[in-house]
């Protein structure tokens, strides 16, 4: 059981939904305790599961259309330094690859090296 929030009492008991403190009466949430855990990290995962970091370098899987550029991005192509960030619509990777300049990929259209 979670230390009380108000005293830090250690004899907190469940009632119901809540957690109840005999020392101090204080009465909270028990959705709001939680675990006492740290919150997890999010896990962002390559197109055959690896587990990608920052500074990793990857490889495009598939050939990617890029709007404004009449070739777009080959498979095959090298990405170094990749950073990882919560973008819009699932582009989790924040990148600058050589002929292109700056922009977001998702993680499934690449493959860690």
Partial sequence: MPA???CAGAYAYEM???LICPECGHEWPLAAA???E???ERVIKDAVGNVLADGDT???VKGLKVKGS???IKAGTKVRNIR???GVDGH???CRIEGFGQMQLKSGVVRKV
């Fill in 38 to 40: 740290a919150p997890e």
């Fill in 92 to 94: 989790d990777i924040d």
């Fill in 4 to 6: 009380c929030p108000e």
């Fill in 16 to 18: 119901g939904s809540l």
């Fill in 70 to 72: 009449p070739t777009g």
């Fill in 34 to 36: 939680g675990s006492g």
């Fill in 58 to 60: 990857v490889t495009v």
């Fill in 84 to 86: 990882l960030v919560d």
